[in-house]
């Protein structure tokens, strides 16, 4: 069934006004005292207008300075929903900047926002997500993410959120999960995403195979895939009707399979119809990943006895106008032809 999306409108009982600004350098630390007062409109006016400002990053690098996020730390906990949804806001904003990733990474706000991964309101916790995901594309953020320890409950997350949100934390996750995979195997990542695998969603199908491309990625990673019984699922997501899908299964395939207990497990699923077919489609996406994949099955005798009915098939590739394609369909003839 499909799922409402989050709206970001505010309450219908919230008086949207903007307060009033002086302009040039007195604007930003009358905010900032504006932030602590105890009258709850004069804190909204005080956030919409700060959601305004940081934009320029100028502004982002007054702010910091001038101590914004201590306080708005102090608002994530505020019992006002309009609250904490324009505060959640402000620092999804301010984390856009390169001086905002910094400063937040710096204050400690990624661990004070784990808080708010239990908020009833849907549009903080979805601003919340938003802010991890723009956090860890880049490696200081997701750096920053992974030592705020919000790995294993953002796997926990993963088991129940919204599925608009689901599709921000396997973002999150992929990015983090390139740097370091332990903490998310142990919470259990491998049992999750396999169940995500068969999600209606195609985004959430897509990421979800993303994310084990990248535990697959690691040496401990590929264990727990091989182990969790996830290769027989990514074969049968091969025949998926979304490029975007294919391409991520097959890159996580090709990843599990460097491993003999991969590729025997690739084999006993029957890996290889599939992803000949994806070979053979010329404008497939997958069609690299595939004949990476196909390579690796290759090295097992009964891999190469099936796939040496097929040479065909790899020598089409040979004239694909990608020259990655040409070069990996003449390793596989190589590798298909090869006699002990």
Known sequence: MAQ????????????PTKAPLAFGRRALPKLNEELQSPELLTQQRALMAL?????????VYQAIALGFLDNLKTLLVHHDQ??????????????LHSIGRRGLIQNGVLSALTGLLDDPVDICRKNTHQIFDMMAKLPEGAGGVLRAGLISPLVLKLKIELDEIQELILDTLCNCLRVEVSEALAAGAVTVLKEKLSHPSTAIRSKAAWVLLEISSHAEGKIAVCKEGVIPV???????????????????????????????????????PPLLKLVAEETSKARLNAIKTLTLLAEMPEGRQTLLDHRDTFQ???DDPREAVQRAAQIAITVIEWKP
Do not use: W
């Open 234 to 272: 990514l074969v049968s997501l091969l025949e998926d009707t979304q490029p975007e899908v294919q391409v991520n299964t097959t890159g996580a395939l090709m990843f599990a399979a460097v491993t003999p207990q991969g590729r025997s497990s690739a084999m006993g699923a029957e890996g290889i």
């Open 82 to 95: 309009t609250v904490r949804q324009k505060t959640t806001e402000v620092l999804s904003i301010i984390a």
């Open 51 to 59: 959601c305004d400002l940081v934009h320029d990053p100028e502004k």
């Open 316 to 318: 089409r590739c040979l």
């Open 4 to 15: 409402p999306r989050i709206s970001a409108y505010l309450p219908p009982d919230i008086d």
